[in-house]
């Protein structure tokens, strides 16, 4: 370990470490904090040229041996997620003015940035850790209504069950084979014969579970995603569910399943896709029904890792990222509303193509794209799982997850119907200029998807 | 430039036509620029269609570039005789449709033509093809824009309409999706190349239970589409409320697509398992012969009466592609072009007529002759070619198919088989039926009692003269001069018979080395 790679390995992280201090002293410093959105804004963008100039550069090392390590895949990801975060910040500025927001996201992608580098399951921990507990207090951080405060505490105590579970399984694991290194994990879930390693497989699964929103461990979602504001919700939409399942693809590496944990890995993935999308049918209230929406895609996204090792990560990268970049562009393209609940409510979206015909098209887009609609970036992805399920052999699996996804298309036409299809009720109106630049900065890399699926995949 | 490169032109040409419709001043503009669109699409592909060559075989016109190279996915798209017809019938249809909606669309007009515009691509690109990636792509991507179609521009029952209609469909994709995966990592395993292009998955050899459930698959989603009984209640809300447009598009070239995906994949991909459900297949279409023809007796609403008779109509296609004889398929291919011509052709004038009286309730009309009867004369071409009166596309298609069916069933016969010959007997009747239903329909509408409103109707104007005139040549064209759309598509229904007739079931080799290598499993599947 030299002190050169910590520098450079970590460059990222350096990046976001400096702009936390910055906006530290800042919030000291003035009583009107007004710049920091822009500095959290640049930050950001630097953390992920770095991480893609590393990327690209083929950079691996481990500054720290055992703990924390680097390479060219890890490096990817790391961008990827930044990234995502990006317009996230630019829809936060138009509700959060305080720096503290951009704290709490800042320091949650330093956590989402050590479990994408963890070698170690404590690292891993730490930086779940690091992840999670800013989001406890965004959920927060809007607070409206007295359900908010029900809701941040529901999502604390499950998530923090989820930690307890994790801390067990790895505690299990290290009993079973004195090691506390990622791979070990992987082994285990070769090997996992004897019933100490199993449980440890299981509880540490089930631990992500709770954390990716699989049914029945799913609960918490759809509160704290109703209960927090728009900027917030679409974070844990998009920046938590891709750091959970890469955490998840971090763990399970390469290797190939063994049976009782594919059944594990199918069956309750499968129950999500199917609650989601019939929960979603019921729902008024828009984030509530993402937060099905995004329950039912936990699931897909675990269906990618019965796929074969090597595929996991294309499909897995692949999908987080146009999932999360169809989320962002409904989330920038939401009509905005003095009351919070009113600009919630679907029927808020009724007749929006006569207000802002552009926000309308957008949200459009995001839905069939989220629906798996060909040919939006949503279909290349949700193709690219199942097809490594079915190559994998697992025909039943992919067939009733394919027939389960079915399920969503209506809510997700639902709102194209109130878009579209409801009479003009009030004048035009004037969008959210930077909410909707941010959904369009969204767009243009979910077209490239669209029409470059190829090239995008090659890349992987 | 190159013909490849025109029929890209041809196909994109729509799309481009969307930022122009975007950034248009106002309605009237809009109009203009999507008419003007559409006749540069038709002249471009009818120049496309005077240059191919129905003595080559395979693809004309090729365009073939990786796409997504990792799966073996290829931009591949090409005129062969299965699509040259159904594009031009296609690029036909697109002025026509647009002409037809320029006083009964009045609201979101620059939205109504970009939609018109994705869906003429969308299904031009589901005809030219020629990997099944980019058919499915094509194929499920049409979808939204009828959704919105219906969903804006419909009737009062619009929404449960169009919802019912993306329901129907969605459903019969998303097995074809699975189908389609396994069709192509199936393949895959015996012989470890990853192709999704068509030419490539004719040669594969599936076992006879594979192809079974695949044809299924396939078969489910395109009998939705035809669609053939008992799959077809989305087809008369979807026709009843869609706007004329709708209707037209629906009729004339959506439903195609379900017997093209038919003619073009179910059947050839799957040769032995069709064969082995050619008699409950052949079934199906003579109960939509017939049924339809029922259906379409007792309706009371205009469209409905057109709609069911749609059902009929394309079960003549079916029975054409199920019989495997050349002169039925060549009439199965004759009849979509004929029906689109023909229903397309009905739907305008029932959105004609609705503009002026504005009903649909057949009860509401009778003695438009004497009133209208520029209109009737125009009615009447289009109610005899529907029921096939020799002279026209009708007739050519009905009589090719029969005489196939006929053809076939007669030697089945020959073989100890009856079953198919009954079947053929009466698919006649339909055609008796067929008569009775569209005569007694414009007997009421044009002739019977003086119901028509007392009050002066226009007659056809310059715009709908021309439009109907435009359907009323190609309609006699096809019927007098059939030799020249049929020796474009010869080589096709050859090329489809010999599909259809081969045994590609997956041979014993493989077997015999399963068995020889893992004796403990026994008989190999």
Same mark, same amino acid.
């Given at each position: 370990?030299?002190?050169?790679?910590?520098?450079?390995?970590?460059? %990222?992280?350096?990046?976001?470490? @400096?702009?936390?201090?910055?906006?530290?002293?800042?919030?000291?410093?003035?009583?009107?904090?007004?710049?920091?959105?822009?500095?959290?804004?640049?930050?950001?963008?630097?953390?992920?040229?770095?991480?893609?100039?590393?990327?690209?550069?083929?950079?691996?090392?481990?500054?720290?041996?055992?703990?924390?390590?680097?390479?060219?895949?890890?490096?990817?990801?790391? @961008?990827?997620?930044?990234?995502?975060?990006?317009?996230?910040?630019?829809? #936060?500025?138009?509700?959060?003015?305080?720096?503290?927001?951009?704290?709490?996201?800042?320091?949650?992608?330093?956590?989402?940035?050590?479990?994408?580098?963890?070698?170690?399951?404590?690292?891993?921990?730490?930086?779940?850790?690091?992840?999670?507990?800013?989001?406890?207090?965004?959920?927060?951080?809007?607070?409206?209504?007295?359900?908010?405060?029900?809701?941040?505490?529901?999502?604390?105590?499950?998530? *923090?069950?989820?930690?307890?579970?994790?801390?067990? *399984?790895?505690?299990?694991?290290?009993?079973?084979?004195?090691?506390?290194?990622?791979?070990?994990?992987?082994?285990?879930?070769?090997?996992?014969?004897?019933?100490?390693?199993?449980?440890?497989?299981?509880?540490?699964?089930?631990?992500?579970?709770?954390?990716?929103?699989?049914?029945?461990?799913?609960?918490?979602? &759809?509160?704290?995603?109703?209960?927090?504001?728009?900027?917030?919700? @679409?974070?844990?939409?998009?920046?938590?569910?891709?750091?959970?399942?890469?955490?998840?693809?971090?763990?399970?590496?390469?290797? &190939?399943?063994?049976? %009782?944990?594919?059944?594990?890995?199918?069956?309750?993935?499968?129950?999500?896709?199917?609650?989601?999308?019939?929960?979603?049918?019921?729902?008024?209230?828009?984030?509530?029904?993402?937060?099905?929406?995004?329950?039912?895609?936990?699931?897909?996204?675990?269906?990618?890792?019965? *796929?074969?090792? %090597?595929?996991?990560?294309? #499909?897995?990268?692949?999908?987080?990222?146009?999932?999360?970049?169809?989320?962002?562009?409904?989330?920038?393209?939401?009509?905005?509303?003095?009351?919070?609940?009113?600009?919630?409510?679907?029927?808020?979206?009724?007749?929006?193509?006569?207000?802002?015909?552009?926000?309308?098209?957008?949200?459009?887009?995001?839905?069939?794209?989220?629906?798996?609609?060909?040919?939006?970036?949503?279909?290349?992805?949700?193709?690219?799982?199942?097809?490594?399920?079915?190559?994998?052999?697992?025909?039943?699996?992919?067939?009733?997850?394919?027939?389960?996804?079915?399920?969503?298309?209506?809510?997700?036409?639902?709102?194209?119907?109130?878009?579209?299809?409801? %009479?003009?009720?009030?004048?035009?109106?004037?969008?959210?200029?930077?909410?909707?630049?941010?959904?369009?900065?969204?767009?243009? &890399?979910?077209?490239?998807?669209?029409?470059?699926?190829?090239?995008?995949?090659?890349?992987? | 430039?190159?013909?490849?490169?025109?029929?890209?032109?041809?196909?994109?040409?729509?799309?481009?036509?969307?930022?122009?419709?975007?950034?248009?001043?106002?309605?009237?503009?809009?109009?203009?620029?999507?008419?003007?669109?559409?006749?540069?699409?038709?002249?471009? $592909?009818?120049?496309?269609?005077?240059?191919?060559?129905?003595?080559?075989?395979?693809?004309?016109?090729?365009?073939?570039?990786?796409?997504?190279?990792?799966?073996?996915?290829?931009?591949?798209?090409?005129?062969?005789?299965?699509?040259?017809?159904?594009?031009?019938?296609?690029?036909?249809?697109?002025?026509?449709?647009?002409?037809?909606?320029?006083?009964?669309?009045?609201?979101?007009?620059?939205?109504?033509?970009?939609?018109?515009?994705?869906?003429?691509?969308?299904?031009?690109?589901?005809?030219?093809?020629?990997?099944?990636?980019?058919?499915?792509?094509?194929?499920?991507?049409?979808?939204?824009?009828?959704?919105?179609?219906?969903?804006?521009?419909?009737?009062?029952?619009?929404?449960?309409?169009?919802?019912?209609?993306?329901?129907?469909?969605?459903?019969?994709?998303?097995?074809?999706?699975?189908?389609?995966?396994?069709?192509?990592?199936?393949?895959?395993?015996?012989?470890?190349?990853?192709?999704?292009?068509?030419?490539?998955?004719?040669?594969?050899?599936?076992?006879?239970?594979?192809? $079974?459930?695949?044809?299924?698959?396939?078969?489910?989603?395109?009998?939705?589409?035809?669609?053939?009984?008992?799959?077809?209640?989305?087809?008369?809300?979807?026709?009843?409320?869609?706007?004329?447009?709708?209707?037209?598009?629906?009729?004339?070239?959506?439903?195609?697509?379900?017997?093209?995906?038919?003619?073009?994949?179910?059947?050839?991909?799957?040769?032995?398992?069709?064969?082995?459900?050619?008699?409950?297949?052949?079934?199906?279409?003579?109960?939509?012969?017939?049924?339809?023809?029922?259906?379409?007796?007792?309706?009371?609403?205009?469209?409905?009466?057109?709609?069911?008779?749609?059902?009929?109509?394309?079960?003549?296609?079916?029975?054409?592609?199920?019989?495997?004889?050349?002169?039925?398929?060549?009439?199965?291919?004759?009849?979509?072009?004929?029906?689109?011509?023909?229903?397309?052709?009905?739907?305008?004038?029932?959105?004609?007529?609705?503009?002026?009286?504005?009903?649909?309730?057949?009860?509401?009309?009778?003695?438009?002759?004497?009133?209208?009867?520029?209109?009737?004369?125009?009615?009447?071409?289009? $109610?005899?070619?529907?029921?096939?009166?020799?002279?026209?596309?009708?007739?050519?298609?009905?009589?090719?198919?029969?005489?196939?069916?006929?053809?076939?069933?007669?030697?089945?016969?020959?073989?100890?088989?009856?079953?198919?010959?009954?079947?053929?007997?009466?698919?006649?009747?339909?055609?008796?039926?067929?008569?009775?239903?569209?005569?007694?329909?414009?007997?009421?509408?044009?002739?019977?009692?003086?119901?028509?409103?007392?009050?002066?109707?226009?007659?056809?104007?310059?715009?709908?003269?021309?439009?109907?005139?435009?359907?009323?040549?190609?309609?006699?064209?096809?019927?007098?001069?059939?030799?020249?759309?049929?020796?474009?598509?010869?080589?096709?229904?050859?090329?489809?018979?010999?599909?259809?007739?081969?045994?590609?079931?997956?041979?014993?080799?493989?077997?015999?080395?399963?068995?020889?290598?893992?004796?403990? $499993?026994?008989?190999?599947?």
């Amino acid at each position: 370990m030299s002190w050169q790679t910590v520098l450079t390995a970590m460059l %990222p992280e350096h990046l976001l470490l @400096a702009g936390i201090v910055l906006l530290i002293c800042i919030e000291i410093a003035s009583s009107r904090p007004r710049g920091s959105a822009t500095v959290s804004l640049l930050v950001l963008t630097a953390a992920v040229v770095a991480a893609a100039w590393l990327h690209y550069d083929g950079y691996a090392a481990a500054p720290f041996a055992g703990q924390y390590s680097v390479d060219p895949a890890s490096l990817l990801a790391k @961008a990827v997620v930044l990234a995502l975060a990006a317009p996230v910040v630019l829809l #936060a500025r138009d509700e959060f003015e305080h720096s503290r927001f951009y704290l709490l996201v800042l320091s949650s992608l330093y956590g989402v940035c050590m479990i994408l580098s963890a070698d170690s399951l404590l690292t891993l921990f730490l930086g779940l850790e690091l992840m999670s507990l800013p989001v406890y207090v965004l959920v927060l951080l809007a607070f409206r209504r007295p359900e908010c405060a029900e809701a941040a505490l529901k999502y604390l105590v499950l998530s *923090g069950t989820a930690t307890a579970t994790f801390l067990m *399984g790895v505690s299990l694991l290290y009993g079973a084979s004195g090691s506390l290194a990622v791979p070990t994990f992987a082994t285990a879930l070769t090997s996992g014969a004897d019933a100490l390693t199993s449980a440890a497989v299981v509880l540490v699964i089930v631990a992500f579970f709770v954390k990716a929103a699989i049914v029945p461990f799913h609960t918490w979602a &759809p509160d704290a995603y109703e209960a927090a504001s728009v900027p917030v919700t @679409a974070y844990m939409a998009t920046v938590i569910k891709a750091a959970v399942l890469l955490a998840v693809l971090r763990l399970f590496g390469t290797v &190939p399943l063994s049976r %009782p944990i594919i059944e594990l890995l199918a069956i309750l993935p499968l129950v999500s896709i199917v609650w989601g999308n019939l929960a979603a049918m019921r729902q008024m209230s828009f984030r509530r029904m993402i937060a099905y929406s995004s329950i039912a895609h936990a699931g897909y996204l675990f269906y990618a890792f019965l *796929g074969d090792g %090597p595929g996991r990560f294309e #499909a897995v990268v692949f999908y987080v990222l146009a999932y999360g970049l169809m989320n962002l562009i409904a989330f920038a393209s939401l009509p905005p509303s003095d009351d919070d609940a009113t600009r919630d409510h679907l029927d808020h979206l009724r007749g929006l193509f006569h207000r802002q015909p552009y926000a309308a098209i957008m949200i459009g887009i995001a839905m069939l794209s989220l629906a798996g609609i060909p040919p939006l970036p949503g279909f290349i992805a949700k193709f690219l799982v199942f097809k490594n399920v079915m190559a994998a052999g697992y025909t039943t699996y992919a067939v009733l997850g394919l027939v389960a996804s079915y399920l969503g298309i209506y809510f997700y036409l639902r709102v194209i119907q109130y878009l579209f299809m409801s %009479p003009e009720e009030r004048a035009p109106e004037a969008g959210r200029g930077l909410a909707l630049g941010a959904g369009l900065i969204c767009l243009v &890399p979910a077209l490239l998807i669209a029409v470059l699926p190829g090239w995008v995949i090659a890349y992987l | 430039m190159s013909d490849a490169a025109l029929l890209n032109v041809v196909l994109y040409l729509p799309v481009l036509g969307i930022p122009l419709l975007m950034a248009a001043p106002h309605a009237g503009f809009a109009r203009g620029v999507s008419l003007a669109v559409m006749m540069v699409q038709f002249l471009l $592909t009818a120049l496309l269609y005077a240059r191919f060559d129905g003595a080559v075989e395979g693809l004309q016109f090729e365009t073939r570039l990786p796409w997504i190279a990792d799966w073996g996915v290829y931009y591949q798209i090409g005129l062969d005789g299965y699509n040259v017809l159904l594009v031009l019938l296609t690029a036909f249809l697109g002025p026509l449709v647009v002409a037809g909606a320029f006083t009964a669309i009045q609201k979101n007009v620059k939205l109504f033509y970009a939609v018109v515009f994705f869906i003429q691509f969308t299904m031009l690109g589901t005809f030219v093809a020629q990997d099944l990636f980019l058919f499915y792509l094509f194929w499920e991507a049409m979808l939204i824009p009828m959704f919105l179609l219906i969903g804006i521009w419909g009737g009062e029952q619009r929404i449960y309409a169009t919802l019912k209609f993306v329901l129907y469909t969605a459903f019969g994709s998303i097995l074809m999706l699975a189908a389609v995966i396994y069709l192509v990592y199936s393949i895959n395993q015996t012989t470890g190349i990853t192709s999704f292009a068509f030419a490539d998955l004719y040669r594969s050899q599936l076992p006879l239970s594979v192809q $079974t459930v695949l044809l299924l698959a396939f078969g489910l989603s395109f009998a939705i589409k035809v669609p053939m009984v008992p799959l077809h209640t989305w087809l008369p809300d979807a026709h009843v409320e869609a706007p004329t447009a709708g209707s037209v598009i629906l009729a004339g070239v959506l439903l195609k697509m379900g017997t093209y995906g038919f003619m073009k994949l179910g059947f050839p991909l799957f040769p032995d398992a069709t064969r082995l459900l050619a008699p409950e297949i052949m079934t199906l279409a003579v109960i939509g012969i017939i049924y339809g023809a029922c259906l379409a007796l007792v309706q009371t609403d205009i469209k409905k009466i057109i709609a069911y008779s749609s059902i009929s109509h394309l079960g003549y296609v079916m029975l054409g592609l199920i019989s495997i004889d050349l002169l039925g398929i060549q009439g199965a291919i004759i009849q979509m072009v004929s029906h689109g011509l023909t229903a397309g052709g009905l739907f305008l004038m029932v959105g004609m007529i609705y503009e002026r009286c504005h009903s649909r309730e057949l009860a509401a009309y009778g003695g438009l002759a004497k009133l209208l009867p520029l209109y009737s004369v125009f009615f009447m071409i289009l $109610t005899l070619a529907s029921i096939g009166l020799p002279g026209t596309s009708g007739f050519t298609g009905e009589f090719l198919v029969l005489l196939g069916a006929f053809n076939s069933s007669w030697h089945q016969y020959q073989q100890g088989a009856g079953y198919p010959l009954v079947l053929s007997v009466g698919a006649v009747a339909g055609v008796v039926l067929g008569a009775l239903y569209m005569l007694w329909f414009a007997q009421r509408f044009l002739f019977g009692g003086d119901k028509a409103p007392h009050r002066p109707l226009a007659d056809l104007n310059l715009r709908e003269t021309a439009i109907l005139g435009a359907i009323a040549a190609s309609v006699f064209g096809l019927g007098l001069f059939p030799d020249g759309p049929m020796q474009k598509t010869e080589l096709a229904a050859k090329q489809y018979q010999e599909l259809v007739r081969s045994e590609r079931v997956a041979g014993a080799p493989p077997q015999q080395r399963l068995v020889a290598t893992e004796p403990s $499993t026994g008989s190999a599947p």
